[in-house]
């Protein structure tokens, strides 16, 4: 699939927060070479990690957001956010033979089969990973990622952005991040 957010040549953000930092990079394709483009970064380091017993995740993420605009500009930009990978279900499946106009169905099915929660409970995606064939119609050994979150930590996870009424345009896990950057970026 092609990356809906780099669609155009504006500027994205894309924004981490980690246990020990909020790590963001800008970038823009640039139109001449087709490739992606760091216009800046910015680093802003807690002053204890996120998962030590004194500290407050909210209290300090909030502390990181604030240095973080104050030190940059989101104006004109579209804001990717990355998720850790722990916090997230990933399964790989190999699809059946399937008509090719049939494949997201069975991806719903097998994410019914594969998620230990109630669709409903938790916002999910998949991603083709490459193989497969097609033959009159129909799909031949597809392999695809399967990705989901319970919805409540995405909630979380995007209250710093929505607090400040920073429109999120992306949210990914950061395995998936790599591997997209790798696939689309290195490997072509």
């Known amino acids: 699939r092609t990356n809906p957010i780099m669609a155009d040549d504006q500027p994205v953000w894309g924004i981490e927060v980690g246990q020990a930092a909020l790590k963001a990079i800008k970038l823009r394709p640039d ?63 190999q699809l059946p033979p399937v008509e090719s106009s049939q494949i997201a169905k069975i991806v719903e099915y097998e994410a019914r089969q594969q998620i230990p929660f109630a669709l409903e409970e938790v916002i999910w995606d998949y991603q083709p990973l490459g193989g497969g064939t097609e033959e009159g119609g129909y799909t031949l050994e597809a392999e695809v990622g399967l990705f989901a979150m319970k919805r409540d930590q995405v909630e979380t996870a995007m209250a710093p952005f929505l607090d400040r009424k920073i429109e999120v345009d992306l949210v990914q896990i950061a395995p998936l991040a790599l591997y997209n950057f790798l696939t689309y970026d290195r490997l072509g």
């Open 31 to 93: 139109p001449i070479t087709g490739r992606v483009v760091a216009e800046g970064f910015d680093l802003v380091q807690h002053p204890k990690i996120l998962s030590q017993p004194d500290a407050n995740p909210a209290q300090l993420i909030a502390e990181a957001f604030e240095t973080f605009l104050g030190r940059n500009s989101l104006k004109g930009c579209r804001v990717a956010m990355s998720l850790p990978g722990q916090s997230a279900l990933a399964r790989f499946i």
